[in-house]
């Protein structure tokens, strides 16, 4: 067949430079022919079966020249005819091949001579075999070396030769004008020859190699199979990957032609340091193939070259490959196959007599074309083959059993070609194993099947025979052997060990053994985690055996063994239960048993072993110590062995007289290293074993101070070693470990060379061979003086070798030393260099370093590849321009396919052609240049994903990463997201290891987003940790981006030491979802079972991880556990669940802790039972409870109120104020607001003074803070300089007066302090002092101090200042203004200077004064992304939250864009938010998880929206999220976070059960905004699944997990509580758990006005049902009086009148203020207070201004007789009594009058600050009255007054509005801005009615709310046009009242109805009647009844905007 393939090649380059011709074949053939050929075939077969035995020419005397005419005369023949019809020739032979029958008569003709003619071509070849070989014997095999020696002997000749044909050659191609066009034309067409004849058969090859090696490609699942080297090759060849291998070819062919013969080792190891040389085994055995046909899984012709070329994408094509590919095209896969196997099979046949080595070169068998013959005859024999492969001919595993030796090298080659057939014959097959490991050449077998995936338990059965080691005690226990069974059965031989003193002893005689040593201090060891399987002893209960099939025979024996006297007893002596017994056959031996059990009553127990009686070390030195005693003791007593043995040297020493002692020295070394402090943490050798950079300071510590570990662990490990020295610095190593090193010998012969045989261990001979390492260098240079000179410093070549390198560097000085050797010059070795002379002959030019092939003693190898190269280089430069593009890259293709070729034969030939080696640097430079230059993700991913594997094992042949090895491996940062869990899932375990190293080490550089860390983390935790535990600690720096699913999901790893020691390590950089989600996995294996059976140290031995389990697990932990390993639950963030439990858990159990375990509960004491602590009064221990309560009370958490009391308040000291010094009086500050005001009068201004320093950093009550001041006053005065600023938070205790009376350098100074205090401060007290500054013109310069006043500084303040302040624009654009001060700011510099509003961006926190028009100017200016994200960048940073009709602005704007989706996250949450749910519903999924986080993020615009807008919104994002079926999961409740709660009731009540009871804690920091969700929360509690419905069973425990969740409970099951539990310590527990959560913002904003009422009714329930003021149930404790810390700690709301009446005087007066401001507290219970408050006080009339101002809302219940006599003198007065709004009209005008007459002031009279602090009384004075107020002061004043919902008639509020239409005051309406109306708030109600109904739209989006609903029904409907009701925003729409909509018309209603709920794509035109939808007014109210509420108010200090 050779001849079809080329004269094809032929006539493709012909077809280059001449015209086409068309050949016309004859296709007339006759039936004459057909018949004619018939014959010619029948003849032929005839003839071969007649000559069958005359076929075997004499071919012996043929000469070469002989074969090369017949070969021409055969070519001259069929020329002509190949060429004519080579096409169709070519389709017949794709025809025979595919064995097809219909393929004409010729092609039967063509297969039939082909098969007659395979004998004398197979002869043929064989006779050309045996001429070219040499005959078998030693001088013919002679080395390599003399075809240098035969190349030099040419000498001149040779070398003229070869100058004179180069030279010739390149004279022709310069001769010819390069310029000219023939130059041109010689040049092109001699390339485009050159590129044909390679071009041609190179497709040939790569569609062969393309059908026959299937590259991986990506399949439906974006799963591939991972791909090899040659497969990465084709797979770049396909995609343009510029593979570059010209250089590597060349060494490949050297290193193939020239590799010297090695010594053969069988297993890589400490033993061989080389690998074996495979040509070497070849030898041993033919051949049988070169290439393995019997391929039945081709890739499809759409995979090859085939395809580009009939699609016509291949520019350049050979006809013949053309017409190739188009004849495959047509068959089936099926019949491709037999192409390409039948075409496999031809090339084999030829090769293969070229390749074998027979005896003399003589033919061998041949192989016959297995091609059927369509024909009747019979078709030629196919013999069988021999093996497929060399495998098969050298694993012959059968035969190693019959075999007496089996050869090491085969076991070697075996198991690293064919893994897991070596595996399934070796490893399986205990008799083979045990066969091969007697040879201690194979003793790497153990770790090799230990390692493998054969059966563990079997082989531990058949090898780890404990027994029978016991058993033969004089057959030692070789190392492999037992690290074998340590690494398979670690825990029953450590048990084993420390447990049988004789088997220890045994195992560790041999010194060889002592590194499997394992730690016996624990002994018996326990598992990480007790088994839940019960204890053997528990089945020998005698009296519960009632089944007797359940009694095995193994139970029987154990109960003998274990307990023979009860068993005598209770079994054998009852003989109706023993015959029961005997009835099973496999019990007979139990009679024997008894019938011997009475006659030989078994020895009692042996008495427990005491170390005391037989560890007696001190008398050892003096004795004899038999060695089963120092086993014995070493066992049971390690720390005082190590004490009193180890460090005792002559004792040691005597010891170690016995052999079977020697254990002792490497136990006792071990144990003196783990007492040096800081060596653990520094020599940490476990690391040094990879290749990493260590300082050389920490090599010399562990050098110095562990010299036993650090010999055995660095010196005597040659990778190590060899690492740490390529550092410079580190080569003080080399002579350290030759010092050192004794290979294992004993301590007392150390220096004699004992175990050291220099004769056995020096090959010198063999180390020009194989470099020794260096242990083994120094040895024989210690132990082999003179051998060593004579050998290694005589031998010029190995010691070139020594001095480069870095290890024995140290022979060259010996060497220089003992011999005369100095080195020659430059200028000699130049002269003696044979290359250097070579190259200078040559006249080449070679950048090569020429250094190591001119050392004395080089090989001529080295020479050759030297000389070679640079040959190579030489021609390279001097033609590579002469030849074109096209013809280089042909000739790179070709190298390519070379190389292909090459890996394929390695891969089947098992032999080592050195391609990896050379090509490696290759292929990592162009793939990096493939994924620089590709932009195509999908085919990179291609590449990493499916070539993943073999680019990692190419990149692990080097120590250092290179370049390139990190731009691969960076590669994977830049994955696609929805890519990278496909790519890194596929990636072997070695490339996730260095993504994690590159990650670590450029964590900082890569700015990988944390979806994208999480993903990674993710994939990390499912693929690949569950294949690798270890892989665990390099995930160390994701562990702070998992997510807590994937952590829960994390496998089972629990047991594994490093994997707790990381997480533990890691735990506190974590989030609580993550610690939580590690807790819970880690349950998984800790079950209350476990816990409960655990040891003492259980937390300490687990680390933090046990701070982190779920409650229901936790609360299993013993007092002693608890106590054991409190350092480190302390190291951790505990709930306060938690810490209550541990708390409790210890001081409720240990009634004697010592002061010390009190300083090491720290704060946790402060949650104990208060009687618990106090039962300690009088010890020692009291001292420090004392001081940690007193720590707790100045960290501000609240006690319980018996705790305070008892503890604190209750002491002597106490008892009289005046006698407490000053020092003490500051120890005490933190206890004085408990103390009360009754206290504070009690002590002397004096004392006061001294202690102000401690007083100021603590928080005061106004009325405690107004008496420590007025004290203060007495001694010295306030108005001094730097006296405010040291009253710190008591300023609020400071008068108004006194505020109004300061100047302004005074009240300048100390506003930086005051301004930390401004919420204490009372409204009257900021306008006073803001209203004092800004009435300076100065105050523009002292901005930066009253910036914190700035929300409460009056508008008509800021107005005069405005046209300065715009003159230092920039400085006003970083202050804290509100919007209204904003607005007026802008509008003057727009007024004047409109350019500084061009300068938008600059305007900071002015921003929000902006109007729409402006802001739409701006966005319309520039509408690119960029800059609209800047103008919302400015709104986010605004200080204040901006007005409705502003965020209104920004969303109508935007929403015209269509990248608006995409400026979500640039609007924020609060104008995100404001956007319709109409429009919020629309969103995708993605864009809805983004309004999620948003939310999440700042939750505070969440909670501000109404109840109705929140349900729907979530709702909606429920939906679009698909969570509206199904359970209600955890990750989709975390996923929600503050918005879990708000989800429909319908999905609340499917909340996952499991993850309910498991996160009680963070379930009841949420916001349950409804009884109906309240409702659900105890239904689940009170389920089965939860906490049970009997809740009369319910304990301590209980309810502190319920905790804040008990107000939930229906009425009826909150009294089947035990009145045991619900003590008044548990009750005030739950008090200050809810009011803890009410203080945050999810409870500030949480209920309304009306759920606050009804859950404060219910807790009113709970505390008077438990403590029996309800006298429900007959056995409740009489009710009691509650002490003032007690009301503190509950609310006096809760407490009867009766019990606060009750209450003591001091107690009374101490709590007065904050009954006195308890919202909650009803008519009745106000009405018998007031009148304790007048037994106490006197009348009315004789009340102080302090006790008014405490009295606040208990004033309700005074008549107005009564008011009319209080004396209300007093800002502070008159302030408590004007912010309480339930007064009714006759008691607001007693009170302004009597506030009159108290200040002796008319109302003109009356300033802004008094006027603020009369409030809601304003509403008393006359209209005419109000008309007489000041219009300024008044003006001042409405900052305040506007947000109060004034029960003022209409006529005094048009009085009050006209006030502010003064001249001096804001002026006339019409110019009223914005910024007026939002500072006028409700008194925009009293507006004229034609005045509003002129209002613009302007004017109308600064009216509040609150004012729209105040506005008369009446005049709302006469004053606003339907035109102006559409100008409403939704807020002003929900606030009209019912009332005010009964009045309005239709037209009105619709427009307010579209407000509310717009339409989308309606149009109503509101000039008239509407011309689009008609609304019904029964759905407008059904709908407006739904959506409308009044907006709630903010509780704050400074007025809203």
């Known amino acids: ?121 197979l002869m043929f070849l064989s006779s050309l075999r045996s001429q070219t070989c040499a005959p078998l014997n030693d001088a013919a095999e002679a080395d390599h070396s003399r075809l240098v020696s035969a190349y030099l002997r040419v000498g001149e000749s040779a070398a003229t030769i070869l100058t004179i044909l180069q030279q010739t050659f390149l004279t022709i191609f310069k001769s010819l004008p390069r310029s000219g066009t023939l130059g041109n034309a010689a040049v092109t067409y001699v390339s485009n020859i050159m590129a044909t004849l390679i071009q041609v058969p190179m497709d040939y090859v790569k569609v062969a190699l393309q059908f026959g090696i299937k590259i991986p490609s990506l399949n439906e699942r974006e799963s591939c199979e991972q791909g090899n080297l040659k497969q990465l090759i084709i797979w770049g060849m396909n995609h343009n990957v510029s593979w570059s291998f010209t250089n590597s070819f060349i060494d490949i062919l050297l290193d193939i032609l020239m590799t010297p013969e090695q010594s053969v080792c069988t297993y890589l190891g400490p033993e061989c340091q080389n690998p074996p040389n495979f040509r070497h085994i070849l030898q041993q055995a033919d051949i049988d193939m070169l290439l393995r046909c019997d391929c039945q899984n081709l890739s499809e012709l759409n995979d090859t070259l085939c395809a580009e070329i009939l699609y016509g994408s291949r520019t350049r094509m050979s006809t013949s490959v053309l017409v190739l590919c188009q004849a495959l095209s047509s068959l089936s896969v099926r019949q491709v196959e037999l192409v390409w196997s039948n075409m496999c099979y031809v090339i084999q046949a030829l090769v293969s007599p070229l390749l074998r080595k027979s005896s003399d070169c003589s033919v061998g068998d041949t192989r016959t074309f297995p091609v059927s013959i369509p024909h009747t005859s019979p078709a030629p024999h196919r013999k069988a083959r021999e093996a497929p492969n060399l495998q098969q001919l050298v694993c012959n595993y059968n035969s190693w059993l019959e075999n007496q030796v089996v050869d090491g090298i085969l076991v070697s080659l075996c198991s690293d070609n064919e893994r897991e057939e070596f595996v399934r014959h070796v490893c399986n097959n205990a008799l083979l194993m045990k066969k091969l490991v007697s040879d201690q050449m194979n003793s790497w077998l153990y770790g090799y099947c230990a390692n493998s995936t054969a059966d563990h338990s079997y082989l531990v059965g058949q090898f780890c025979v404990y027994q029978q080691w016991i058993d033969q005690p004089t057959i030692s226990v070789e190392p492999h052997l037992l690290g074998f069974c340590m690494s398979l059965d670690s825990p029953r031989l450590t048990k084993l060990i420390c447990e049988h003193t004789g088997f220890f002893i045994l195992l560790f005689s041999n010194p060889e053994n002592v590194r499997f040593m394992p730690n016996c201090t624990i002994v018996p060891i326990p598992p990480p985690f007790p088994g839940s399987a019960p204890p053997l002893s528990q089945s020998c209960h005698f009296s519960e055996w009632q089944d007797v099939i359940q009694i095995t025979r193994d139970v029987l024996a154990q109960c003998i063994r274990n307990d023979p006297t009860d068993f005598a007893e209770k079994v054998c002596a009852n003989r109706t239960f023993l015959n029961r017994l005997l009835h099973n056959k496999d019990n007979v031996w139990l009679e024997d048993h008894c019938s011997t059990a009475f006659i030989f009553p078994s020895t009692p127990a042996p008495e427990p072993f005491r170390i005391l009686d037989w560890c007696d070390y ?56 783990e007492e040096i402090e800081g060596i653990p943490q520094v020599c940490k050798y476990s690391e040094w074993t990879r290749p990493i950079a260590v300082d050389m300071t920490e090599l010399s510590l562990c050098a110095e101070r562990d010299p036993k570990n650090f010999t055995s662990k660095i010196c005597s490990n040659e990778t190590v070693l060899q690492n740490l020295v390529a550092n410079r610095d580190n080569t003080w190593l080399i002579k350290y470990c030759a010092n050192h090193s004794n290979l294992g010998e ?54 070139y070798v020594f001095e480069h390198e870095p290890s024995s560097m140290w022979v060259s000085t010996v060497c220089a030393t003992y011999t005369n050797r100095t080195t020659t010059s430059n200028k000699t070795s130049e002269d003696l260099c044979l290359a250097k002379q070579l190259v200078r002959h040559f006249n080449w030019t070679c950048p090569v370093d020429f250094t190591a092939a001119c050392h004395p003693g080089a090989s001529q190898d080295m020479v050759m590849h030297m000389i070679i190269h640079c040959w190579a280089d030489n021609l390279r430069s001097r033609v590579g321009h002469l030849v074109t593009p096209s013809t280089a890259a042909v000739l790179e293709q070709a190298v390519t396919t070379s190389v292909v070729v090459l890996l394929a034969i390695e891969e089947i030939q098992n032999t080592s052609l050195h391609v990896t080696k050379n090509i490696r640097i290759n292929v990592l430079e162009s793939v990096v240049r493939y994924l620089e230059r590709e932009k195509n993700f999908d085919k990179k991913r291609v590449l990493l994903q499916c070539f993943g594997t073999v680019l990692t094992s190419l990149m692990q042949t080097s120590r250092v990463g290179t370049s390139n090895e990190s731009l691969i491996i960076k590669e994977y940062f830049s994955i696609p997201l929805a890519s990278l869990k496909s790519v890194l899932s596929a990636a072997h375990i070695t490339t996730v290891r260095l993504i994690l190293q590159y990650y670590t080490t450029n964590k900082h550089t890569l700015k990988l987003t944390d979806k994208y860390l999480s993903t990674l983390t993710s994939v990390l935790f499912q693929s690949h940790l569950a294949k690798d535990g270890s892989l665990f600690s390099e995930l160390a720096p994701l562990l702070e981006v998992a997510s807590p699913v994937d952590i829960i999901t994390l496998p089972s790893l629990q047991n594994n030491l490093d994997v707790r020691k990381t997480i533990n390590s890691n735990l506190g950089h974590m989030s609580v979802n993550q610690q939580r989600a590690f807790g819970l996995w880690y349950s998984k294996v800790l079950p209350p079972s476990n816990i409960i059976e655990a040891r003492q140290s259980l937390i300490r031995d687990n680390g933090n991880v046990i701070a982190h389990l779920p409650f229901h697990n936790f609360q299993h932990l013993s007092p002693a556990q608890l106590l054991d390993g409190l350092d480190v639950l302390q190291q951790n963030n505990l709930t306060s669940l938690k810490q209550e439990f541990v708390a409790q858990s210890i001081i409720g159990t240990y009634k004697n802790l010592t ?63 005046s006698s407490l010094s000053p020092d003490r009086l500051a120890d005490m500050a933190n206890l004085l607001p408990s103390l009360g005001a009754t206290f504070l009068l009690d002590l002397s201004p004096s004392q006061l003074l001294a202690a102000l320093p401690a007083l100021k950093a603590v928080s005061f009550s106004p009325a405690q803070a107004s008496i420590i001041v007025d004290k203060l006053s007495s001694i010295h005065t306030l108005s001094a300089p730097g006296r405010l600023q040291e009253l710190g938070s008591i300023i609020v205790g400071v008068k108004t007066e006194t505020l109004l009376m300061l100047t302004s350098d005074r009240l300048l100074s100390s506003l930086p302090d005051m301004a930390q205090h401004t919420a204490g401060l009372l409204p009257a007290q900021t306008n006073a002092i803001a209203t004092k500054l800004w009435g300076f013109p100065e105050v523009i310069f002292w901005l930066d101090h009253v910036d914190p006043l700035l929300c409460c500084t009056p508008l008509l303040s800021i107005l005069p200042r405005a046209h300065l302040l715009m003159n230092n624009i920039s400085s006003a654009a970083t202050k804290q203004w509100n919007t209204q001060q904003a607005k007026a700011i802008l509008k003057t510099v727009r007024n004047t200077k409109s350019n500084l509003i061009k300068d938008f961006l600059n305007l900071g926190m002015l921003g929000q004064g902006l109007s729409c028009q402006v802001l739409q100017q701006h966005f319309r200016a520039d509408t690119s992304p960029a800059a609209l994200r800047k103008i919302l960048a400015l709104l986010r940073q605004q200080p204040s939250p901006l007005h409705t009709s502003l965020k209104k602005c920004v969303i109508e704007e935007l929403s015209q864009f269509e990248f608006f989706s995409e400026l979500l996250e640039d609007l924020g949450v609060e104008i995100a938010l404001y956007m319709p749910v109409s429009t919020i519903k629309k969103f995708p999924s993605g864009l809805m998880d983004t309004l999620r986080k948003m939310i999440i993020e700042d939750p505070v615009p969440f909670f501000t929206m109404s109840k109705t807008e929140q349900q729907l919104l979530v709702d909606k994002m429920v939906q679009r999220l698909s969570m509206y079926t199904g359970v209600y999961t955890e990750e989709e409740f975390r996923s929600l976070d503050i918005m879990a709660t708000f989800v429909s009731d319908e999905i609340l009540i499917q909340l996952d059960r499991t993850f309910f009871m498991d996160n009680l804690d963070f379930l009841q920091t949420l916001c349950y905004s409804s009884s109906s969700k309240m409702d659900i929360v105890a239904r689940m509690l009170l389920e089965v699944a939860g906490f049970g419905p009997a809740v009369e069973n319910w304990n301590q425990t209980t309810l502190s997990q319920i905790d804040r969740f008990v107000f939930f409970l229906p009425q009826d099951r909150l009294q089947e509580i035990s009145l045991g539990l619900m003590t008044v310590d548990r009750i005030e527990k739950l008090f200050m758990s809810q009011r803890r959560w009410e203080r945050r913002v999810v409870g500030l904003h949480c209920l309304d006005e009306t759920e606050k009422w009804r859950f404060a009714q219910k807790q009113q329930f709970v505390l008077q049902f438990f403590l029996g003021f309800l006298k429900i149930n007959p056995l409740s404790p009489a009710p009691m009086v509650p002490t003032c810390e007690i009301l503190h700690t509950t609310a006096p709301f809760t407490w009867t009148s009766n019990s606060l009446t009750s209450m003591s005087s001091s107690a009374f007066t101490n709590c007065l203020e904050l009954i006195g401001h308890d919202p909650f507290l009803a008519s009745y219970q106000r009405s018998q207070v007031f009148r304790k408050i007048k037994q106490m006080f006197g009348p009315v009339s004789s009340f102080s201004q302090s006790t008014i101002s405490q009295m606040a809302r208990l004033s309700l219940e005074m008549s107005p007789e009564e008011i009319s006599m209080l004396r209300l003198t007093e800002i502070s007065s008159i302030a408590a009594m004007g912010t309480i709004s339930e007064w009714s009209n006759k008691q607001l005008v007693a009170l302004f009058t009597t506030m009159l007459n108290s200040t002796k002031l008319n109302p003109s009279q009356l300033d802004s600050s008094t006027l603020v602090a009369i409030g809601y009384m304003v509403c008393g004075a006359k209209a005419t009255e109000m008309s007489s107020f000041n219009a300024v002061e008044f003006s001042k004043a409405v900052l305040w007054l506007g947000q109060l919902r004034l029960s003022c008639s209409e006529e005094q509020l048009s009085a009050l509005v006209g006030l502010l239409t003064h001249s001096l005051a804001f002026g006339p309406i019409s110019s009223w801005g914005m910024e007026v109306f939002v500072e006028i708030g409700v008194l925009a109600a009293g507006l004229p009615d034609i005045v509003m109904s002129a209002l613009v739209k302007e004017q109308i989006d600064g009216i509040t709310p609150t004012a729209i609903s105040m506005i008369p029904p009446d005049k709302f409907a006469v004053a606003f046009h339907q035109r102006q009701i559409s100008m409403f925003s939704h807020e002003q729409a929900a606030a009209v009242t019912a009332e005010q909509m009964s009045a309005l018309s239709d037209v009105q209603r619709t427009a307010l109805f579209m407000v509310l709920m717009p339409w989308e794509d309606k149009h109503v035109d509101f000039r008239g009647r509407s011309q689009g939808l008609t609304l019904s007014p029964s759905s407008l109210y059904l709908i407006l009844g739904l959506l409308m509420m009044l907006m709630v108010q903010p509780d704050l200090k400074c007025p809203a905007t």
Not at 57 to 83: E, K
Request: hydrophobic share 35%; glycine share 4%; net charge negative.
């Open 1 to 121: 067949m050779f001849p079809y393939l080329f004269p094809g090649i032929l006539s493709d380059a012909n077809q280059v430079s001449l015209q086409p011709r068309l050949i016309q074949r004859k296709l007339s053939r006759t039936t004459s022919l057909e018949a004619d050929i018939r014959r010619v075939i029948n003849q032929i077969h005839y003839l071969s079966g007649e000559n069958k035995n005359t076929l075997s020419p004499d071919t012996s005397s043929m000469g070469l020249n002989a074969y090369y005419g017949v070969l021409r005369d055969i070519y001259s023949v069929f020329q002509p005819l190949l060429r004519e019809g080579f096409m169709d020739d070519l389709k017949t032979l794709v025809c025979i091949l595919s064995e097809r029958h219909d393929c004409g008569v010729e092609a039967e003709l063509t297969k039939t001579v082909s098969l007659e003619l395979r004998q004398p071509l």
């Open 746 to 799: 004993d301590e007392e012969n150390e220096g004699d060379g004992i175990g050291f045989n220099p004769a056995e261990q020096c090959q010198y001979s063999t180390w020009s061979i194989s470099v020794p390492n260096t242990v083994l260098l120094t040895l024989c240079w210690e132990h082999d003086h003179f051998n060593f000179v004579t050998s290694i410093c005589a031998n010029p070549g190995l010691l």
């Open 1155 to 1217: 002061a010390h375990d009190f300083i090491r509960l720290g704060s946790l004491s402060c949650l104990a039972e208060p009687s618990d602590l106090l039962a300690y009064k009088g010890s020692e221990a009291f001292r420090v409870i004392w001081e940690v309560i007193m720590n707790c009370s100045h960290n501000r958490l609240t006690l319980p109120s018996h705790l305070t009391s008892s503890l604190l308040l209750n002491i002597t000291e106490l008892k009289t104020p």
């Open 618 to 673: 001190h008398s050892w030195i003096n004795r004899l110590v038999d060695d089963s005693v120092v086993g014995l003791c070493w066992q049971h007593d390690q720390l005082t062995f190590q004490k009193n043995v180890c460090r005792e040297t002559a004792l040691l020493k005597k010891l170690f007289q016995n052999p079977q002692n020697k254990w002792l020295k490497a136990v006792c070394a071990d144990k003196e290293i």
